[in-house]
């Protein structure tokens, strides 16, 4: 399985941005995803996961702000971020593994595939 992640940028406090993760090897669908996040000097903290069974999860700092996806036909998993604020400033990373269990779904060490990570930055 492999992941590429793509659609960072630099962005204002309040602004949108979309990152996707184009996935070749399986199917979207028979996966579980997860979207996670590393700043400068911080560990890998989890942002979202969408459950091959489509249940969704995230992280308290992003709920209600930050929406993850997938696109069965794109074989794509995307994460909208409304509402950005500078905090948010991190590489973003799409991760992939076939048989995670609810209670493992946010540790970064429970998924056996990673994308390259892509930045995005707000400014104040």
């Known amino acids: 399985v492999q992941l590429q992640a793509s659609g960072g940028g630099l962005v204002q406090a309040g602004d949108s941005l979309s990152v996707s993760c184009v996935v070749s090897g399986q199917a979207v669908g028979r996966l579980s995803l997860g979207w996670f996040r590393q700043a400068p000097g911080t560990e890998r903290e989890f942002v979202a996961a969408?459950?091959?069974?489509?249940?969704?999860y995230y992280a308290e700092s992003v709920k209600g702000r930050f929406s993850i996806s997938r696109d069965r036909a794109k074989n794509t998993v995307y994460l909208q971020m409304n509402n950005l604020i500078p905090a948010d400033t991190a590489v973003y990373y799409c991760?992939?593994?076939?048989?995670?269990?609810?209670?493992?779904?946010?540790?970064?060490?429970?998924?056996?595939?990673w994308g390259q990570g892509t930045q995005v930055t707000v400014s104040s």
């Open positions: 991760a992939a593994d076939p048989s995670l269990i609810t209670s493992t779904m946010k540790s970064p060490d429970a998924y056996d595939y």
């Open positions: 969408i459950k091959w069974s489509s249940q969704q």
